[in-house]
């Protein structure tokens, strides 16, 4: 066994680069089948937050860089790197809720569909991600662009307390009060964070009372008057409504079908009969006869909203993705974007472009909205041989419309594409202040920062 997997009291497992099981330990950290060429010295399986003092201190002895990894959804594979240690935090998966303050202390392993399905049985919400496999802590500590953010804004947001494992490997409790500057950069540095957070505490929300789903499909070749007409009508939408554009092979029965844009809006309401008038403007389209389909006032569920993104992104493909804030509008992006996507390798890969993703303004964290509209280009495929056709087609996409780019999203961002990418995913102001603080809590470098371009996936 390798001398770095000699971790005193470990609960957990640790395995070296030379021992049985490595292999497997180490795909398995990266959800997404397109695992990068990237090893680790030793991986640590943490299975309560002494382990994690453990692993920090035992790293920070052997002049080993730890990287940090809740669910592995990161579809960069940041958490995965060559060298030092991958201390894995998904076995942490304590959920507890207390109704009578309506907060919630949370473990980074806890995915977003246990936590919806745990709070509902209290009558309670938060804004998790829109796939329900999708850890808390990574989704945290970028931001968290979730469902119903137009009112409650990024879940990061939500968030009035950290427990986190600093670089000197001490356990320290972060919030407005104690350690503002470590609880500043939580809310929002991703997986450049300088300390490994253990648990989270969160402020809920009422359960909405119906959830109802509107959605229009027309070919792609309309998408510049789709969305100009979606564009004038999502004004005078409610916050609750959750309105978005994709761009991608039409659901039309058993074989794929043609390329096509689809309108979705999500009314989250207190009854079905307001959700119902929350989508009522989407309800008269102008362009009607020319749809594909329509599919209008649906009752839905979390759950069934949880299911039909794990249709959309199952676990056995590969994945690549990249996004881009932008002060343009969606006809003009989408207009770039359309042809783009009419010629994807995949037919599987698709543009997504939710209108306001973080809701109203949020509080001073790190985490920042970069423009006005936001698209998130996605290369799904599944043979292996088709790697650089689809990494390529990525690039192209985002070539097109980068000219109109004011930043990207730390949480879906390519870091592999460019050196700018992270620093272009906070405002100036910001990047230097995470510089400053990763110098103060983080001076020798235990925790790795944002992936560079030269570590990009082959």
Known sequence: MSRHTQIRGLEGLSVGRNDAGYEDIRRAVVWNA?????????????????????????????????????????????????????????????????????????????????????????????????????????YLLSGGLGWNSGVRGPACASVEGLEAVTADGEAVTCSASEHRDLFWAGRGAGPGFFAAVTAFRLRLYPSPGAITSTRWTFPLANVTEVTHWVTELAAGLSPNVELSFSLGTVDLGPKPGPRGVTVTGTAFAASRQEADAFLLPLRHCPLSQSSLSRRLDEPTTFKALYDSAAALWPPQLRYAADTLWSDAGFPTLLGELADVVDSAPSHRSLVLAPFSPAGRPPPDMAFSVLGQSYVVPYAVWDDPRQDAANIGWLREAMHRVEPFGTGHYIAEADLTAAPSRARRSFTADDWQRLRSLRTRYDPDGVFCSYLSPDEAVP
Request: net charge positive.
């Open 34 to 138: 397109l695992t990068p060429a990237r090893f680790p010295d030793v991986i640590v399986r943490a299975a309560s937050v002494g382990d994690v003092v453990e692993a920090v201190r035992l790293a920070r002895s052997q002049r080993l860089q730890v990287a940090i990894r809740s669910g592995g959804h990161n579809w960069s594979g940041s958490s995965l790197r060559d060298g030092g240690m991958l201390i894995d935090l998904s076995g942490l998966r304590g959920c507890a809720v207390d109704p009578a303050s309506a907060t919630a202390t949370v473990q980074p392993g806890v995915t977003g569909g246990q936590l919806t399905a745990e709070l509902g049985r209290h009558g309670l919400a938060f804004p998790t991600g829109h796939c329900g496999s999708v850890a808390v802590g990574g």
